[in-house]
């Protein structure tokens, strides 16, 4: 049975779907990034994944399915998770759309019991997934036990220094510790971009640089790439966020061996 939080949280991004969708519309990123991939990508993703033509990748927590389809231009097979059923029909027609051949699986990313072991040649998840997700641990584990020994973790997530701050124009006032997890609770209508009170409950958990590198470590993993990137602050942000870094990228290989541990020669941490 579904943990009470993420069926929450599920509800909401059901009711949210359609607002989210014409919020994508609106950049038109999905109909370009199969075709120019760097517009969802990074370069150090790029040069991770500049083989993965023909290989199978999940994307998990796929919201928008920006990266999917950016996947899927780079001659991926994918297979698109989400545990929105409305998120992923939308992004069903997209993919017809688009001409691609997607793999569409509703699945909560702590149980992706609906797959096999070692299934994957890179899972990558991020793009304000784990906010969602009560148990971080259990996430990832459960992201590393359907990979291929020798397959790529890619987590590309918001920074956790940008959640922290207060609603404002000019001056950057904490609002939550770095340190409080949460949930955070909230009461919102489904216009997700508008942040309109309503009342459909929404969960949030705000989780620190260490929680996502310690997680990752805790699984049959070693550490390649912990890289922080971006500078550029949206109107939703709504605070000053200038000179924060936007995203946290770590890149991890399952290991071949049980318990290999991390190879020191391959970690280039650049905190
Ligand atoms: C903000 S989107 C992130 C994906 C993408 N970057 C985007 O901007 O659309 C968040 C997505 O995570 C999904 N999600 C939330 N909790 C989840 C969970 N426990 N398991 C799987 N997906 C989840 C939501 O349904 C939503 O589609």
Redesign the pocket.
């Known amino acids: 049975m579904m943990n009470k939080i993420?069926l929450e949280?599920?509800k909401y991004?059901d009711a949210a779907a359609k607002l989210?969708a014409k919020g994508?519309d609106s950049r038109g990123t999905w109909k370009r990034c199969s075709q120019e991939p760097h517009l969802v990508l990074c370069d150090k993703e790029l040069e991770y994944l500049s083989d993965v033509c023909g290989k199978r990748v999940c994307v998990?927590?796929?919201?928008?399915n920006?990266?999917v389809f950016a996947l899927a231009g780079l001659g991926s097979v994918v297979t698109s998770?989400?545990?929105?059923q409305n998120?992923l029909d939308i992004a069903e027609e997209r993919a017809k759309e688009l001409g691609f051949s997607i793999s569409f699986v509703q699945?909560?990313?702590?149980d992706l019991s609906t797959f096999e072991c070692g299934c994957f040649d890179v899972v990558y998840t991020?793009?304000?997934?784990v906010v969602?997700?009560t148990d971080l641990q259990t996430y990832y584990l459960e992201a590393v036990r359907i990979l291929k020994p020798g397959g790529l973790l890619i987590v590309n997530e918001y920074h956790p220094f940008r959640r922290i701050w207060k609603e404002s124009q000019d001056t950057l006032i904490v609002e939550s510790s770095y340190f409080k997890r949460g949930p955070f609770e909230y009461d919102l209508s489904e216009d997700i971009l508008g942040k309109k009170p309503g009342a459909l409950k929404s969960y949030e958990f705000h989780w620190t640089v260490g929680d996502y590198i310690s997680a990752v470590m805790k699984t049959d993993c070693h550490l390649l790439l912990i890289h922080e990137h971006g500078e550029e602050v949206a109107d939703w942000e709504g605070a000053p966020l200038q000179g924060l870094p936007e995203f946290l990228l770590i890149i991890a290989r399952k290991n071949v061996e049980q318990s290999a541990g991390a190879d020191s020669e391959d970690v280039a941490a650049q905190l």
């Open positions: 993420h949280n599920k991004w989210w994508a998990l927590g796929s919201g928008d920006e990266v998770v989400d545990i929105s998120q699945a909560d990313v702590t991020g793009g304000h997934v969602w997700v």
